[in-house]
Structure formats: structure tokens, C-alpha cells
């Protein structure tokens, strides 16, 4: 999982044939879509909004899924209880309780798994996130906006630096091998002396 996560930051991200900005907004964007409870649909939402807004689609897909059948609950509950917690009204710690065991029933008897290709279980789901109500889109909405901001900034910043000290390196080693050329122009090697009893090259 490591080995993949670092692949895809070198390869995806880091290497992306695009301005840093581009590639930051694709992460921002898909961090911000990542979060908000439409699973089931965030790719293509962000893929919609990274052509809207010309952003790097290829950063896009992976991230959308940190929301996954191994995390939804613990992010979606949260989300929840923050949403509560903001909303009047509302009583988070009474509510938090009966918002998680609805979410686990999604993901027990590999409810996920057996189901994921079908279209009426993800449409399930998508009812079960209007009926947690504004709490859990509010919360969804505060999560993802910090977050995106938060990954847009952090990524442009690790791009520019990596390329400017990649970019730096190369330089450095174009001018290493430009110095040996000229060492070698301004000091050319003796020719060898051949061996006694050998006739030299004239």
C-alpha cells in the first residue's frame, strides 16, 4: 500500500506532465469531492468539476476514494457529529451513536463487496446520506473545503519545490559532465608507449 501511495506521487503527481497548479487543483478538488457524502458518484462528479475549472484530471481518481468501504463510517460519523455540532438544534453525542450503526449496516455480511456492482445499492447509499440530513452535508462540506485548501496549498508547494530542485540537479550534473569535456580538451592524454619489441603507431 505504501509502495502504491509513493508511486503514485512520484509518477501521478510529483512527474504530471502540467503546471503546478493544475495538478494542485485536481488534488484540491478531489480532496474536497472525496469528502462530501455522494459516494458512488465522486468520481465523475470530480472529474466534472476538474474539466470545469481546468484542472489535472489524472490526480483526480485516486483520491476521490478516501472515502472507501474501509473508511466511510469513521469519516462519514464525523463528519457528522462536526455538522451537529454547528447546526442548532441538533444533539450530536445522542445522534452520533444511531448515524454510525446506520452507516455499519452498509458494511456488515460484506454488504460491500457482494453488492458493489449494483446500481440499486449504491442508490441505497445515496438515500442514506439525504436522510443523515444537513448535519452530515454540512459537516461533509466544512471537512472537504478545509481539506482541499489544505492539499492545494501542500501539493503546489511540494511540486515547485521538487521540480526546482530536481531541475537544480540536472543543471549541476550538465555542468559536471561539461567540466570533465573541457578538462579533457585543455590536458588530452598521452599516447601510450608500446611494449619493447612492439611497433608503435605512427
Keep these: ?22 495538478i494542485a487543483l485536481g488534488v484540491g478538488l478531489a480532496t474536497f469531492v472525496g469528502f462530501t457524502p455522494t459516494m458512488g458518484l465522486q468520481t465523475a462528479i470530480a472529474l466534472g468539476l476538474a474539466a470545469l475549472f481546468r484542472a489535472n484530471k489524472a490526480v483526480c481518481i485516486p483520491i476521490v476514494w478516501v472515502t472507501n468501504p474501509l473508511t466511510f463510517v469513521p469519516i462519514y460519523g464525523a463528519c457528522w457529529w462536526l455538522g451537529a455540532m454547528i447546526l ?15 452507516l455499519k449496516s452498509f458494511g456488515d455480511g460484506g454488504g460491500f463487496l457482494a453488492n458493489f456492482f449494483s446500481a440499486d445499492f449504491w442508490y441505497s ?16 462540506i466544512i471537512v472537504g473545503l478545509v481539506g482541499g485548501l489544505i492539499m492545494y496549498f501542500l501539493t503546489r508547494w511540494g511540486v515547485t519545490t521538487y521540480r526546482d530542485k530536481h531541475e537544480a540537479h540536472l543543471k549541476r550534473k550538465q555542468e559536471r559532465r561539461e567540466q570533465r569535456r573541457a578538462d579533457r580538451k585543455a ?8 611494449p619493447a ?3 608503435t603507431s605512427l
Design 1 to 22: 500500500m505504501w509502495r502504491s501511495a509513493r508511486s503514485f506521487v512520484i509518477k501521478r503527481v510529483l512527474h504530471a506532465n502540467d503546471t503546478p497548479h493544475r
Design 88 to 102: 442548532p438544534g441538533s444533539n450530536a453525542l445522542a445522534g452520533q451513536a444511531a448515524v454510525i450503526e446506520k
Design 125 to 140: 447509499i445515496l438515500q442514506l446520506m439525504l436522510e443523515l440530513g444537513g448535519e452530515l452535508w454540512l459537516g461533509c
Design 187 to 194: 590536458n588530452p592524454r598521452r599516447k601510450m608507449i608500446a
Design 197 to 199: 619489441g612492439e611497433p
